[in-house]
């Protein structure tokens, strides 16, 4: 029996020690693939099992990506802003009930919209970044608090405060302004005192524009596919501002990480708070899920040319920090199946997936709108430049590509599987949805 204790024990720390030659394998195969061009940390315990940087940080000098480069983590920056706005209301100087109406009192209904409410996407309050024409035309210009106020300040509410849920930008950049008419200081200088200087983040800001062009990573988009080349227009940090301004580096993102372990910040009664879901899966500034049946706190981020992705087990003072300088969408599979290397389950090295071109009446079986159950979600096919694309209702397009008559994946997020089947009648009006192994089904509705 001792011996048998002994080799499990063994076997135990020699799992262990793999762990970190795990991780390097997985994350090498996604940048080989073109799935990850960035940096990346992984800690577990206080002890940092994988950094380093993949890929160029700048295509035309051939920079390479390192533990040092600096990226917009765009929407990572709400988790700064709500905990400063939380520092605040432990120090008695706001409250999470206090009316908008207080700090503006001209403001539509702002008498029945909460700090709280901004803090937990219900205020009801329009999202800026959804105005196309501005974010298109102006979002590289620097932007008043008036202008940015007057892209949302008289459109009628989404709902009313408190009894729905939408993603909104705008209720953190008013967090934003609210956090400097009570402290008498920018939000970046407030930022800088409350949180940068006290966890000593010192690699981090708001200028992402004015940095030196070897310090910082290059964001860069593409067309169609994975050929990641062209450079993506830059958001002034006015515009982005306490919902998107932060740039940072991985180290001093788990600085953050470990400052928020420790209830460095606030308290850990605060920290339970925003940790709980206060409507859908969102709390004070953190989204909420669960793997492995533990709890993940995160946040992830995108801006042209960029993707992010922050993800937390509290429990066991786990943290994943990817920055990412493509638009690359699979950041969230890619920390899934990080989480399930430390957590010894099953997972899969992605491998590049080789396609075939099908005859243009073998793509029209497919053509229509089909409905995915337990989603809900629809998605119509349509045929474009011989290729079938798919579009979800409120989604971007996906192109496909084939690897036989009736299977498909996304060009972009080949973890991504589409595969049709016929029914009773012998036509193909089923389909099989599968993302990584999770898979639902379809049928055709029209």
């Given at each position: ?6 080799l499990a ?15 390097e394998?997985?994350?090498s ?9 960035g940096?990346?940390?992984i800690?577990?315990?206080?002890r ?14 051939k920079?390479?990506n390192?533990s ?10 709400k988790?700064f802003?709500?905990?400063l706005?939380l520092?605040l209301?432990?120090?008695?100087q706001?409250?999470l ?6 700090y ?7 008498d029945?919209?909460?700090?709280e ?15 196309n024409n ?11 608090e ?19 849920w939408n993603?909104s ?12 008419k009570?402290?008498?200081?920018s939000y970046y200088?407030?930022i ?9 983040m010192y690699n981090s ?6 940095l030196?062009?070897d310090k910082?990573?290059i964001?860069y988009?593409s067309?169609s596919g ?6 993506g227009p830059l958001e002034?940090?006015?515009v ?11 180290g001093d993102?788990?600085?953050w990480?470990?400052a928020?372990q420790?209830?460095l ?5 605060m920290?339970?708070k925003?940790y ?20 993940i ?8 040319g ?10 066991d003072?786990?943290?994943?920090i990817?920055?990412?300088n493509?638009?690359?969408?699979g950041l969230g599979m ?10 010894n ?14 005859d ?6 497919y ?10 979600l629809?998605?119509?096919?349509k045929?474009e ?5 798919a579009y ?12 036989d008559?009736?299977?498909?994946f996304?060009?972009?997020q080949e973890q991504i599987e589409i595969s049709?089947?016929k029914d009773e009648?012998?036509n193909?009006n089923?389909?099989i949805l599968?993302?990584s192994?999770?898979?639902r089904t ?5």
């Amino acid at each position: 029996m001792a011996t048998l204790c002994l080799l499990a024990g063994l076997f135990s720390n020699i799992s262990a020690q793999n762990i970190p030659q795990k991780l390097e394998e997985l994350m090498s195969a996604y940048a080989q693939n073109r799935e990850f061009n960035g940096t990346v940390l992984i800690a577990k315990g206080g002890r940092i099992l994988l950094e380093k940087g993949y890929g160029y940080q700048n295509l035309e000098k051939k920079l390479n990506n390192t533990s040092a480069t600096l990226y917009p983590i765009a929407s990572i920056t709400k988790t700064f802003t709500a905990t400063l706005i939380l520092k605040l209301a432990e120090l008695k100087q706001l409250s999470l009930q206090d009316k908008l109406s207080k700090y503006y009192p001209d403001f539509p209904k702002g008498d029945s919209i909460t700090i709280e409410n901004l803090l937990t996407h219900t205020s009801g309050i329009f999202n800026y970044t959804e105005d196309n024409n501005f974010m298109h035309n102006e979002s590289g210009k620097p932007a008043s608090e008036q202008k940015i106020l007057s892209l949302f300040k008289n459109k009628p509410l989404d709902f009313s405060p408190g009894k729905g849920w939408n993603y909104s930008n705008s209720g953190f950049s008013v967090l934003g302004y609210i956090i400097e008419k009570v402290t008498k200081m920018s939000y970046y200088s407030a930022i800088r005192k409350y949180l940068f200087t006290p966890v000593t983040m010192y690699n981090s800001g708001f200028d992402f524009v004015g940095l030196p062009i070897d310090k910082k990573a290059i964001g860069y988009y593409s067309d169609s596919g994975k050929d990641y080349n062209k450079q993506g227009p830059l958001e002034d940090s006015s515009v982005v501002f306490a919902a998107g301004a932060i740039y940072s580096s991985v180290g001093d993102l788990y600085k953050w990480h470990q400052a928020l372990q420790n209830n460095l910040i606030i308290s850990k009664n605060m920290m339970d708070k925003a940790y709980t879901p206060f409507m859908k899966n969102y709390g004070y500034g953190w989204i909420i899920d669960s793997l492995y049946h533990k709890r993940i706190v995160s946040h992830s981020g995108g801006l042209p040319g960029y993707r992010s992705n922050f993800a937390r087990i509290v429990e066991d003072d786990v943290c994943i920090i990817l920055l990412n300088n493509t638009e690359i969408p699979g950041l969230g599979m890619i920390t899934n199946n990080l989480l399930a290397v430390l957590y010894n389950q099953p997972y899969k090295l992605p491998t590049q997936k080789k396609s075939i071109s099908l005859d243009k009446k073998i793509l029209e079986r497919y053509v229509g709108t089909y409905e995915v159950t337990k989603q809900p979600l629809k998605i119509e096919f349509k045929i474009e430049d011989n290729r079938l694309v798919a579009y979800p209702f409120r989604g971007p397009r996906s192109i496909l590509a084939a690897t036989d008559e009736s299977h498909f994946f996304d060009i972009e997020q080949e973890q991504i599987e589409i595969s049709f089947e016929k029914d009773e009648t012998g036509n193909y009006n089923k389909l099989i949805l599968d993302f990584s192994g999770n898979k639902r089904t379809g049928i055709r509705v029209q």
